[in-house]
């Protein structure tokens, strides 16, 4: 299945091909981060075609850059368009080609980035050149921030600029990561837009009891102890909870669900209190059911296991760090004290961290254009709110009001992408990086043209 949309931008496509494969071969791995090469790439090439760009940070090799695009005569706040350019690491021996050779192969960009998010980054800085080259009158400046740190929680990054630069984010609307996905449902398009994401309240979970000798069994062991919380743990299923981007979302794309899907939608929205089971029935792919269970419940998710220091002791202590992502509005406190319930008083519960998470009403002039501008090159297709159950810079920016889309269109391809992000023989499709960028393109000349 592959869409009907409008024709590429060949020369847009070739410049925003150009600087991913750029940014791909600068190794911005995070830990250590190094963006410092990335940001003054990005703020050279601005320079070089006259628009002002400034580089940032607060520890050495860890660079912000920011760049302006000036209209004659503003007459609102900026449109930002932001991503990072750190990335994670990479197991050299898994990948078949150089994860940092931004190699062209295939009708493919690959290299570590190539999704998450040099490819967003580097379509937003050829939006920007085109804009200047071709004189687009602007009733709003157009600002581009690349920021650092974000795959670590963004203290050198967003953090930090927001904290010692806000003048450097001053802007009303804000186009990022975490959206433009697209669904089909009963023969309809839908494109997903991020309006909201989960925020983090990790949680280090101790088990103790009295150590010994490895070779004689005892009843009562820590690791007995972790071992009975952490089955409680997995058994448990927290409360179904809709957020508003859930709602909208169901809202949106109930209408084409098949069946008595339509009916179930509105019955679901109406309960005070839905029930998993009647969501999971919906007429909803694999991809898409996952989706909704981890953006309508607080999850635990177990991830590090610490215990032990020879094979021929009990260990007294054993430890685990499990990944807590809350919805918006939830207290981190009382999540802390809902796990503490489940797995036992056994089992000492401690709050690692207390990111809340964000979500806005979607529904603004940005969001209409957003929509507009899909309809335009995909014919008939619609955009829709949803939560991202996992964290980006947004949380980072407040008082601005952010939208995740990067939109490529429904193809068998794009099913592909969900294992590559983070993972071996990271690629984009040309063709998807090409329409991504066109609607960039066109979504900030519908909406910022004079």
């Not at 520890?59 to 695009?69: C, E, F, I, S, T």
């Not at 209209?71 to 080609?97: F, I, Q, Y």
């Not at 898409?288 to 607080?298: D, H, I, Q």
Request: hydrophobic fraction near 40%.
């Amino acid at each position: 299945m592959t869409a009907t949309v409008a024709p590429v931008d060949q020369a847009l496509t070739d410049e925003a091909v150009r600087h991913l494969r750029a940014l791909i071969r600068l190794d911005t791995t995070n830990p250590p981060g190094a963006e410092d090469a990335a940001a003054r790439y990005i703020a050279d090439t601005c320079r070089e075609a006259g628009i002002e760009a400034e580089v940032v940070g607060g520890a050495p090799g860890r660079g912000n850059v920011a760049a302006r695009l000036r209209a004659a005569s503003p007459l609102a706040r900026p449109l930002m368009l932001t991503g990072h350019t750190d990335v994670v690491s990479v197991e050299h021996d898994r990948w078949t080609v150089d994860p940092f050779g931004g190699e062209l192969r295939d009708g493919y960009v690959w290299g570590r980035g190539a999704l998450d998010m040099k490819s967003q980054v580097a379509a937003e800085l050829a939006v920007l050149l085109r804009l200047k080259r071709d004189g687009v009158a602007l009733d709003r400046d157009i600002t581009l921030v690349a920021f650092a740190d974000e795959e670590a929680g963004g203290e050198w990054g967003a953090s930090w600029v927001w904290n010692h630069r806000r003048d450097l984010l001053d802007a009303e609307y804000a186009i990022n990561e975490g959206g433009g996905e697209a669904i089909r449902l009963g023969g309809q398009t839908f494109y997903l837009c991020q309006a909201g994401e989960k925020g983090t309240a990790r949680l280090r979970l101790t088990a103790r009891a009295a150590p010994g000798h490895a070779s004689i069994p005892r009843d009562d062991t820590a690791m007995r102890r972790l071992g009975e919380a952490l089955v409680r743990l997995h058994g448990w299923e927290p409360p179904t909870i809709l957020t508003g981007p859930v709602r909208q979302l169901l809202a949106t794309v109930g209408p084409s669900l098949d069946g008595d899907g339509p009916v179930a939608v509105e019955r679901i929205l109406a309960e005070p209190s839905p029930r998993w089971a009647d969501i999971a029935a919906l007429g909803f792919d694999d991809d898409t059911r996952s989706l909704l269970r981890a953006t309508t419940r607080n999850t635990a998710v177990p991830t590090i296991v610490h215990g032990g220091h020879r094979i021929n002791v009990i260990p007294s202590e054993v430890v685990l760090d499990v990944d807590g992502r809350i919805l918006p509005g939830e207290d981190p406190d009382v999540w802390r004290d809902q796990v503490q319930a489940v797995v036992g008083d056994g089992i000492e519960v401690e709050l690692l961290s207390r990111d809340a998470g964000i979500a806005a009403d979607p529904a603004s002039p940005l969001f209409d254009a957003i929509a507009a501008t899909i309809d335009a090159l995909d014919p008939g297709a619609r955009v829709a709110p949803y939560l991202v159950s996992g964290g980006t810079d947004a949380a980072n920016l407040p008082g601005i009001k952010v939208y995740g889309f990067f939109p490529f269109p429904p193809s068998e391809r794009v099913g592909e992408y969900t294992p590559l992000v983070h993972g071996h023989d990271e690629r984009i499709a040309v063709a998807d990086l090409a329409f991504a960028t066109r609607f960039l393109h066109d979504l900030v000349r519908r909406f910022c043209g004079a």
